[in-house]
Nanobody, 123 residues
């Protein structure tokens, strides 16, 4: 069983930056693929990005955040990060971290999920 705890959410003006963190426990972190998702009020949850297991750092991003968001991981701290730059009001959502031991970065059926952290971007 893997537990995930997100932090770092908050309110920011458009054009600003935030860094979200997701700390994992209860599993072997280095073998986990890690993903970020978000859900705005009244909308379905959507994929933001993912990073592969191991140390290679392969990533996949949704087109809507490509070039603005960056995912990284620290296998010693068992933490994955989502650096969000050039934030837009459309980025306002609850952001969720997810994990499991599958290999693909292009499937979104993650086994473990965090509780989420709110990000609000004002214009």
């Amino acid at each position: 069983q893997v537990q995930l705890v997100e932090s770092g959410g908050g309110s920011v003006q458009a054009g600003g930056s935030l860094r979200l963190s997701c700390a994992a426990s209860g599993g072997i972190f280095i073998i986990l693929r890690m993903g970020w998702f978000r859900q705005a009020p009244g909308k379905e949850r959507e994929f933001v990005g993912a990073i592969a297991s191991g140390t290679g750092g392969s990533t996949n991003y949704a087109d809507s955040v490509k070039g603005r968001f960056t995912i990284s991981r620290d296998n010693v701290k068992k933490t994955v990060y989502l650096q969000m730059n050039s934030l837009e009001p459309e980025d306002t959502a609850a952001y969720f971290c997810a994990a499991d031991s599958k290999r693909s970065l292009y499937t979104y059926d993650y086994l473990y999920w965090g509780q989420g952290t709110q990000v609000t971007v004002s214009s």
